[in-house]
């Protein structure tokens, strides 16, 4: 009896100790202070990025009319800014992990800057194809070195939190900045736009220069070696070479038919060039809710699980997306809706789950390369793109229902492929919970 009563009271106590520990941990913030400040910051940085390369899209239609081109030329100008970035990276991945990240992040935020002041001033397609490439040379790296600062500041299990924030930016971008941005551009001329994201970038670049840390962790633990051998040394790796084929199947998705979107809006779909932005404002309002949510569920479910989930829902909304006609106004907000809800969905975990898999010490290696590989696959991707789209006599593109299909097979393949990423995530993981 009294052996049961003891047990029963250290039951109780074990039980009591428990809820004021989850108690303790309910009332401990998510994030530092300076966390907090890291991913406002890089937030704003991706925005301006973000912008700078999705802006082209709804600029599809006015470009192609304004500078007399045809979509295959459009999109060898999404292509150029795509192929720079891919050659930079590798070009720089065996630099990534010498340097302050802070340094690297200012140097390239620079480059960006004149780049896409270049777009801003440019007085012809050629001259534009051109300023593009210098942009994609310094942009594809700001992004390596964006996620390497997060994989260093932090912990796996709230990477999906972060990434959901700091996907905010695209959402930000949809809301405000495409609207203002076509605003300036139907008014004084498609230049503006890049002209407005200098202005926004030059108070952040101040910023980061001012209030931002240095980030040299990662300098600690690595040794000292060339870098032509820690490029050869992390590209030659099994479990990463996995997880850039990974990226570059994911990113061919949203290069073969995100490009043509608004052009395919306007002349296919009957939204006119005036109307175009609140198709975009809508899908952008919905997305500063989607994404924080997303974040935190791929985080509680498994990101694996949520990757899944998006990759479900987008595989059905480009099928319907890409097979429009002439639509009314409030059937395309929620099509356009959903399929960036789709498209929040495969990004965020998909980078969460990227982002676990270098060591420490190659992060910035890695994710330098990763970059490349991701603007390579969607460089290539808006190439074929563009031969495969074409327009009739009446402005129309057709065989965008065939960009839908290929697409398509691009999620399945990327699907099948980020299983392996995730296993291997896993596998990895095991005997660090075994030791706790």
């Known amino acids: 009896m009294n052996v049961h009563l003891n047990n029963s009271k250290q039951t109780n106590q074990l039980n009591t100790s428990k809820t004021i520990h989850m108690e303790q941990q309910t009332k401990t913030p998510v994030f530092t202070g300076y966390q907090t400040f890291v991913i406002a910051v890089i937030s704003l940085l991706q925005f301006t990025v973000i912008l700078d390369f999705i802006i082209m899209a709804p600029l599809g239609a006015q470009l192609i009319r304004v500078l007399h081109i045809s979509p295959g030329h459009f999109g060898w100008v999404v292509s150029a800014y795509a192929f720079s970035a891919a050659v930079s990276g590798i070009l720089t991945a065996g630099f990534a992990d010498k340097f302050d990240r802070k340094k690297m992040l200012l140097f390239c935020y620079s480059g960006f800057v004149l780049g896409t002041l270049l777009c801003g001033i440019a007085p012809d397609y050629n001259f534009l194809l051109f300023a593009r490439m210098v942009t ?195 059937e395309v907000l929620i099509i356009n809706t959903l399929m960036y809800t789709a498209v929040f969905s495969r990004q965020i975990p998909s980078q969460a789950l990227i982002s676990g898999v270098p060591d420490a010490p190659d992060r910035g290696a890695f994710m330098s390369i990763n970059s490349s590989v991701q603007q390579l696959g969607g460089g290539i991707a808006s190439a074929v793109g563009g031969f495969i789209i074409a327009q009739d006599a009446t402005g129309k593109l057709i065989h965008y229902d065939t960009l839908g299909m290929v697409t398509v097979g691009a999620f399945m393949i990327c699907a099948v492929l980020m299983y392996g990423v995730n296993k291997q995530l896993q596998a990895s993981a095991a005997p660090k919970l075994q030791a706790q």
């Not at 939190?161 to 001329?189: E, H």
């Not at 199947?249 to 038919?257: A, H, P, V």
């Open 136 to 330: 994609g040379l310094f942009a594809g790296v700001l992004f390596s070195v964006n996620m390497a600062i997060i994989a260093d500041l932090f912990p796996l299990e709230k990477r999906g939190r972060v990434m959901g924030y700091v996907q905010m930016a695209f959402s930000v971008s949809q809301v405000a900045g495409i609207p203002l941005g076509l605003f300036l551009a139907n008014r004084w001329g498609w230049h503006m736009p890049f002209q407005m994201i200098v202005a926004f970038c030059l108070p952040i670049g101040l910023v980061i220069l001012r209030w931002m840390r240095p980030v040299t962790g990662h300098l600690e633990q690595r040794a000292h070696q060339r870098p032509l051998a820690h490029l050869l040394r992390t590209i030659s790796q099994k479990r990463y070479l996995r997880a850039f084929l990974t990226t570059a199947f994911l990113s061919t998705g949203g290069f073969l038919i995100m490009p043509y979107s608004s052009a395919f809006l306007v002349h296919n779909v009957g939204v006119s060039e005036t109307i175009l932005p609140i198709v975009f404002i809508v899908a952008g309002a919905s997305g500063l809710i989607t994404g924080p949510l997303i974040g935190k569920r791929s985080d509680r479910i498994g990101k694996f699980r949520m990757f899944i989930d998006g990759s479900i829902l987008a595989t059905i909304m480009v099928q319907v997306l890409t097979h429009l006609s002439l639509t009314p106004l409030w």
